[in-house]
């Protein structure tokens, strides 16, 4: 009874952030895109706040020593909304690869534009993975980490990985390492459920792959990093939810 609880008052106080946040952002229109950036970082940051004061959900980073400097590709596991927000904190200057409808929506969308997030149109086919790259070559020129989430949706922790094509034809256009990217946060906020689970969400950055290597041996390398360190992780946070009942 106590979980829901923090559970529904997290949820209502997640949105009234957002709200909140919206409104803070919206004199950046006028002013260079990495403000809109530093305004994400701020909710961001109140967000995990929030669910570790709230909810009981603490996170922890493993492997931040290892992220190259300079412009990066980040290819994230993809189980919650948790990330979409999270792991703006982590990197200087980031931005993500989103679903085109995303920016159709009143405020958020046209904050993502300006924060020169960069869309896909997945009903334009192989056109779209050309455009993606066009205008992700654009972000990384100007020294920043791109995400992306290579299964496309969210996916449950343990559920039968399904990645996509498209990571491996922005990683051999663009020339940049790609930095794989492991977690657990679906056992702590699942998808498609107003549920918090108390706990630890853990964050492991993979080794980095070096840029130059052949699609496919690529795509499995990536693949292999990123469901190996899920796995493990899965464990450890199934384990803290069960010794805390």
Not at 97 to 117: C, D, H, N, S
Not at 198 to 220: H, N, Q, S, W
Request: proline content about 7%; overall charge positive; some cysteine.
């Amino acid at each position: 009874m106590l979980n829901f609880v923090r559970s529904i008052a997290f949820n209502a106080l997640f949105y009234l952030n957002t709200l909140v946040y919206l409104v803070i952002a919206l004199p950046t229109f006028f002013l260079p895109y990495r403000a809109i950036i530093a305004v994400a970082r701020s909710w961001a940051r109140t967000n995990l706040m929030l669910l570790r004061v709230v909810a009981g959900i603490k996170y922890e980073i493993r492997g931040r020593e290892k992220v190259p400097k300079g412009p990066i590709i980040v290819a994230s596991k993809h189980q919650s909304a948790w990330e979409t927000f999270a792991l703006v904190t982590l990197f200087d200057n980031p931005t993500f690869i989103l679903k085109r409808e995303l920016q159709w929506i009143p405020v958020f969308g046209w904050l993502t534009i300006k924060a020169r997030m960069v869309p896909v149109n997945r009903g334009k086919g192989a056109q779209a993975l050309h455009d993606m790259a066009e205008r992700a070559r654009i972000e990384l020129a100007d020294n920043r980490q791109l995400i992306i989430f290579p299964e496309g949706t969210r996916r449950a922790p343990g559920a039968e990985p399904r990645y996509k094509y498209g990571v491996s034809y922005l990683y051999a256009a663009e020339g940049v390492p790609c930095v794989p990217l492991a977690l657990n946060s679906g056992l702590f906020w699942p998808r498609r459920s107003m549920r918090r689970v108390p706990g630890t969400v853990l964050v492991e950055i993979c080794d980095p792959i070096p840029p130059g290597l052949d699609k496919d041996a690529f795509f499995e390398r990536l693949k292999d990093a990123i469901e190996t360190a899920t796995a493990r992780l899965i464990d450890e946070g199934r384990q803290e939810i069960a010794r805390s009942g």
